[in-house]
């Protein structure tokens, strides 16, 4: 697989949940090392990509391709054991057990096959990374929001995944919260980690991606540059409604 | 070691003094107990640590005991032979069983799993010729001679399945186990195949339940189709939730109380039933984590009051310098 391949390839992706069309005929590609930002209106089926993506739906119809591999009917964690990993737009760690063991269970699937001490220095790096090191041994549910979700990313993050989905990973937090949380992702694709983020901070996923996609009624209407975008008029319609002539 | 492996060990080994001291009706109660401790054990790790409230449990009980019977009746195997082919067809059942069952969650997967207990229970009252029907099937033959080498034998099955359990609780599979109990949803994400860990976890928990049948209808040398009953694997699942689901020696506490009670109050006739109730009401009020995790919060009450005491005694020390 060349360096600069394409790692994730949707073509024509279509899910339907009883008479709403969540995806309507979506194709899009992300490139390695890329940032790029899923963006639109409440609704707009950015959510239901993932979960088609990581395999929680079956799309009806279209076709997923990771690293040249068709992933579009595989069980989710066959599609994780390839190199997937993603994090929630509701907070998702194990609340009754320890910060640690939130994130040994994150490993466990793969980590047999290698050495201990590799295991757990990835584990003590993922920690590290997230800052949480001096919390492992709390239990997660006793962590702020904001550490929850970066515990959550650091599950996300500690298998090494080649494509990391994050959805919405700034949900319900402070300024400064949410600044630390794009100097995290920001860090990730440093390291050579694929994102494709969901976002419905504006100013977070202008400042984060490459290149935006904007969806509306599970449809693509804008796709470019976050500036390119934030100045289309589509956009802009669907945002804040049709102005009135 | 802990404390608390010493204190197994000990009560172990004063367990095992039971046949020289009791009398044949207690050893005849005792190894009814453990026996039934031995299904709870089983239970434990699909519902304590799993997560799935399974009311199937007594079918494959029933299963082992059914093995035995048929391989040594009608094929006239040893009983030894039998022994060793009851938990086999225990686990191929359970992982037929588990494999649509278990896509069912929480009280749906127990709903289920009571009608396959019906089910299995109007298969075995419709085929006499082969079950014995309600009559059942008599002079199953005995694996030991003496009910001291029943109880010898129970008691090694039961001390198996608390080092196995122990085991899986420490190993990474314990730990998968219980990601799925808390979020099954989450734990494919995280690259588990959840599938795999639930079918495997619950036949070879069905496997050692059908050891336990096995060695129990071969101790009465006879069986018939009481086993298959909703009623026998609520009382299993009653045993796990009164002393605690998803500790390791819940079952235990909850087997002396749900079997060991209704047994030893046997006087108690009409009343029984309403007592055997009342006290197990009275044990989810008080203490709802089940009489295990009572018994660590007690503990952890006494340690903090120690501490408490010697706290208050160094203060007053201090206070008369």
């Known amino acids: ?245 | 070691m802990k404390k608390s492996t010493y204190l197994l060990i000990a009560i172990v080994a004063l367990a095992c003094a039971i046949p020289y001291v009791a009398s044949p009706y207690l050893l005849r109660l005792s190894i009814t107990i453990i026996s039934g401790i031995s299904v709870a054990m089983c239970l434990n790790v699909v519902l304590g640590y799993m997560g799935y409230p399974s009311l199937c449990q007594a079918v494959f009980y029933g299963i082992g005991g059914y093995t035995m019977a048929l391989a040594t009746l009608r094929l006239g195997l040893s009983p030894w032979v039998a022994l060793v082919l009851s938990p086999i067809s225990a686990f191929v059942i359970g992982y037929l069983v588990a494999i649509p069952f278990l896509k069912l969650r929480s009280m749906f997967f127990a709903i289920g799993t009571m009608a396959l207990t019906g089910v299995v229970n109007v298969i075995i009252v419709n085929f006499p010729s082969v079950t014995g029907s309600d009559a059942g099937l008599r002079n199953i033959p005995s694996l030991l001679e003496t009910e001291t080498g029943f109880f010898y034998l129970e008691m090694a099955l039961l001390v198996l399945l608390i080092i196995a359990t122990r085991l899986v609780e420490k190993s990474y599979w314990g730990r998968i186990l219980v990601a799925i109990r808390d979020d099954e949803d989450l734990a494919p994400n995280l690259g588990i195949n959840t599938a795999k860990y639930k079918r495997t976890t619950f036949a070879v928990s069905a496997a050692a339940t059908g050891v336990a049948g096995a060695i129990f209808m071969s101790y009465q040398t006879y069986i018939n189709s009481n086993y298959f009953t909703v009623g026998a694997s609520f009382t299993a699942l009653a045993a796990c939730v009164i002393g605690g689901a998803g500790t390791l020696l819940g079952p235990i506490y909850g087997g002396l109380v749900v079997i060991g009670l209704p047994e030893t109050l046997r006087a108690m006739a009409v009343w029984r039933p309403s007592f055997v109730g009342a006290v197990l009401v009275a044990v989810i009020i008080l203490s709802p984590g089940g009489v295990s995790r009572g018994l660590q919060m007690l503990s952890v009450l006494i340690g903090k009051r120690r501490e408490t005491y010697k706290a208050a005694g160094s203060l007053a020390k201090r206070g008369e310098g």
Request: aromatic residues 6%; charged residues 25%; proline residues 2%.
């Open chain 1, 1 to 245: 697989m060349a360096q600069n391949g394409i790692v994730l390839q949707v073509d024509d992706l279509s899910k339907h949940f009883g008479g709403i069309t969540a995806v309507d005929f979506l194709s899009f590609d992300v490139k390695r090392g890329e940032i790029v930002g899923l963006l639109g209106p409440n609704g707009s089926g950015k959510t239901t990509v993932f979960n088609l993506i990581t395999g929680v739906y079956l799309p009806d119809s279209g076709k997923i391709t990771f690293e040249g591999e068709d992933i579009t009917n595989e069980l989710t964690w066959r599609i994780v054991l390839k190199g997937v990993s993603r994090t929630y737009q509701a907070t998702k760690v194990f609340p009754f057990q320890t910060v640690l063991d939130n994130v040994v269970i994150a490993m466990i699937a793969r980590a047999r096959k290698m050495r201990m001490h590799e295991t757990s220095r990835k584990i003590e790096d993922a920690l590290k990374f997230v800052r949480l090191a001096e919390m492992k041994n709390s239990r997660a549910g006793d962590l702020t929001h904001a550490q929850q979700r970066r515990l959550m990313v650091a599950m996300a993050l500690v298998e090494e995944p080649v494509l990391l989905l994050l959805d919405e990973i700034t949900a319900g937090m402070s300024g400064e919260e949410c600044g630390e949380m794009i100097e995290i992702a920001r860090k990730i694709r440093d390291r050579g980690t694929t994102i494709v983020l969901i976002e419905h901070n504006m100013r977070v996923a202008m400042t984060l991606s490459d290149r935006v996609l904007v969806l509306n009624f599970g449809k693509r209407i804008a796709e470019g540059t976050p500036e390119e975008v934030s100045a289309n008029e589509m956009v802009l319609e669907a945002y804040l409604g049709r102005e009135q002539k």
